[in-house]
């Protein structure tokens, strides 16, 4: 590649030695820049190269063949923060077309969670996926740890402060070490409605309503860890509110939960195969439930820093087997 190089250049014009083009002025007698076939030829040429490089065959018809040969060569390059960041979803909102603008927001939060770990590196940043009222009903999980992300604080996904209840989700996973936050909103369906496995991190915040679901409201396996940071409510039964294997449940803060309308559980607090629930003093509930108060078998551990055996709400007594600890 060349700069043109014709006797009426506009001289220097992008620095010493560098020349380029000018309109000239035909009032001022200054003539416009002289064009030769020996510098498009080279400007041609230069682009050819490119995308014939990459295995494409020229294409008049085609005007993106050089985007493609830069994205086959090099990757599409990731959108690297430098401040945090906030996405939005909205049942009005569209996955094909939309870009996550709070102007052109995407339809479901599944779409948000894997466009920023497709595409972006967080360099430490957090990144807000707010949610419009609304109910969807389909969810979202993340697996696989996120470029930049510092842990599960760098996600939020966060609803509505107000009314939480507002903003229905069918559940939300992290696995195989990813990490989020959740707060602000309800959830409930026939899955999971929190589920953290395969070493997965789920900070549980503020404003949280658990509705019914066929099976757990809280779920950590397999290396999952699920950690209580606010006060929430439940307001519908499941088979566990707390089912823990090879996990652990635990509170990082002082949190008051508030049952509505007695729900029925299996068991309340379900933990075996050396999971952990531990939820000591700082931990209250209000409110009752139908159901086994707890359950712990398989040396696995219930800790609640010596809370008795009416801890957690049930209406019939907690058992314990095979090595399983109350404590």
């Not at 599409?76 to 401040?83: E, H, K, P, V």
């Not at 102007?103 to 779409?111: A, D, I, V, Y």
């Not at 430490?124 to 599960?152: E, N, R």
């Amino acid at each position: 590649m060349q700069r043109i190089d014709t006797a009426t250049v506009s001289s220097g014009l992008f620095g010493l030695g560098k020349d380029g083009f000018t309109d000239g002025n035909p009032g001022t007698g200054v003539p416009a820049t002289q064009l030769n076939a020996a510098w498009f030829n080279n400007l041609q040429e230069e682009v050819a190269h490119v995308i014939e490089d990459a295995g494409l065959t020229l294409n008049g018809s085609d005007k993106t063949q050089l985007l493609q040969a830069l994205v086959s060569k090099f990757g599409n390059q990731r959108i690297r923060l430098s401040a945090n960041t906030t996405f939005y979803v909205s049942p009005s909102g569209n996955d094909t077309s939309g870009n996550g603008t709070v102007g052109s927001p995407w339809l479901t939060p599944q779409k948000a969670l894997d466009t920023i770990q497709q595409k972006y590196d967080l360099n430490g940043f957090t990144v807000t996926i707010q949610h419009a009222d609304g109910t969807y009903s389909a969810g979202a999980s993340l697996f696989g740890t996120v470029v930049g992300a510092k842990g599960p604080d760098s996600i939020l996904l966060n609803g509505n402060a107000g009314t939480p209840a507002n903003v229905v989700l069918g559940g939300i996973g992290a696995g195989q070490g990813a990490g989020l936050t959740v707060q602000n909103m309800k959830l409930q369906g026939t899955n999971y409605c929190l589920s953290a496995s395969s070493g997965g991190h789920i900070n549980a915040g503020a404003g949280i309503v658990y509705g019914p679901t066929t099976v757990a409201h809280i779920s950590a396996w397999d290396g999952g860890r699920v950690f209580l940071n606010g006060n929430y409510s439940i307001v519908g039964g499941a088979s566990c509110h707390m089912r823990v294997y090879t996990g652990e449940v635990s509170n990082a803060a002082t949190i008051t939960v508030t049952l509505t309308g007695t729900p029925t559980f299996g068991s309340f607090a379900s933990v075996t195969t050396l999971g952990v629930i531990n939820l000591g003093s700082a931990v209250t509930y209000s409110g009752a439930a139908t159901g086994q108060r707890y359950y712990a078998d398989a040396n696995a551990i219930i800790n609640t820093a010596g809370g008795g055996a009416s801890k957690f709400p049930g209406s019939t007594a907690g058992s314990t087997a095979t090595g399983g600890q109350y404590i």
